[in-house]
């Protein structure tokens, strides 16, 4: 499966909520049991260079841990822009 085929299956099958918030920011609202697939699932995509600079931020919210992949994911040859399509995946 293409890289964006699985980021895009991996993103609707853990998130319930998900979407372009601005133009930088694709955001990603994860129930905590869902957080660890969706680790593991980055890291078979994207492998574990995800981690090298230390990590990523992410939100604590209620019940949600939230995440913006464009900034999680703007140092690979992956295009947000084209996989989600800010008129179709606006939030």
């Given at each position: 499966m293409d890289t964006d085929k699985a980021l895009k299956n991996l993103v609707s099958n853990c998130s319930d909520?998900?979407?372009?918030?601005?133009?930088?920011?694709?955001?990603?609202w994860l129930w905590w049991f869902n957080v660890?697939?969706?680790l593991q699932g980055?890291?078979?995509?994207?492998?574990?260079?995800?981690?090298?600079?230390?990590?990523?931020?992410?939100?604590?919210?209620?019940?949600?841990?939230?995440?913006?992949?464009?900034?999680?994911?703007?140092c690979y040859d992956c295009d947000l822009k084209e996989i989600f399509q800010q008129s179709e995946y606006k939030h």
């Open positions: 909520e998900f979407g372009w918030v601005d133009n930088d920011e694709f955001m990603i660890d697939e969706f980055l890291k078979s995509i994207f492998g574990w260079g995800l981690f090298d600079d230390g990590g990523f931020d992410v939100r604590v919210i209620d019940d949600n841990f939230v995440f913006n992949l464009y900034d999680i994911l703007s």
